[in-house]
T-cell receptor
Framework: AQTVTQSQPEMSVQEAETVTLSCTYD???????LFWYKQPPSRQMILVIR??????QNATENRFSVNFQKAAKSFSLKISDSQLGDAAMYFC?????????????FGQGTRLTINP | DTEVTQTPKHLVMGMTNKKSLKCEQH?????MYWYKQKAKKPPELMFV???????INESVPSRFSPECPNSSLLNLHLHALQPEDSALYLC???????????FGQGTRLTVV
């Protein structure tokens, strides 16, 4: 079964520093998508970055980048120049064919604290 | 308009009440989702509608009844809920051309 594992329940980083959040997943599919979503106290899930499994190039969005290792089934998120507004719960998510249907499955989340 | 709008933002209901949650989007998305999120946990998929037809029901109890009256609107009808159903209920939508789902801000439901 497809599962997503985030092994870091909590992380903290000094403002302006760099932090990396880990995510591993398990799947037997070759075609799927991976995402990092951010959920601040406002509760809305906000897309941070996405990666198509068929693309070898790592996705980047401004200060956010991923290290996608398909063979290792690893998908980590790097946040550069951390800002106070980056404080939130971060969820790694997998979207692919699960039990015959396209589903989005989330990891347990990592709570990121930014220290001023 | 790139928003998914959920109403109400907060809802308190008794175990004998009937209430409904509403989700609306005007992005032309034809796939719409309901998720349930307990405190400090990830969202869990409840239902998926594709082209206004229910395509996935994740074995959700019948006290939750989804409805998709048109391509922009998704409802979740609630009846005879239990206190353990208290949670944040998130709606999301996606188009086949997009890879990601867009989420609303959720309805914080408390069952007393």
């Amino acid at each position: 079964a497809q599962t997503v594992t985030q092994s870091q329940p909590e992380m903290s980083v000094q403002e302006a520093e760099t932090v990396t959040l880990s995510c591993t997943y398990d799947t037997s599919e070759s075609d799927y998508y991976l995402f990092w979503y951010k959920q601040p106290p406002s509760r809305q899930m906000i897309l941070v970055i996405r990666q198509e499994a068929y693309k070898q190039q790592n996705a980047t969005e401004n200060r956010f980048s991923v290290n996608f290792q398909k063979a290792a089934k690893s998908f980590s998120l790097k946040i550069s120049d951390s800002q106070l507004g980056d404080a939130a719960m971060y969820f790694c998510a997998y979207r692919g064919l699960i039990q015959g249907a396209q589903k989005l499955v989330f990891g347990q989340g990592t709570r990121l604290t930014i220290n001023p | 308009d790139t928003e998914v709008t959920q109403t109400p933002k907060h809802l308190v209901m008794g175990m004998t009440n009937k209430k409904s949650l509403k989700c609306e989007q005007h992005m032309g998305h034809r796939a719409m989702y309901w998720y349930k999120q307990k405190a400090k946990k990830p969202p869990e998929l409840m239902f998926v509608y594709s082209y206004e037809k229910l395509s996935i029901n994740e074995s959700v109890p019948s006290r939750f009844s989804p409805e998709c009256p048109n391509s922009s609107l998704l409802n979740l009808h609630l009846h005879a809920l239990q206190p353990e159903d208290s949670a944040l209920y998130l709606c999301a939508s996606r188009t086949r051309m997009n890879t990601e789902a867009f989420f609303g801000q959720g309805t914080r439901l408390t069952v007393v």
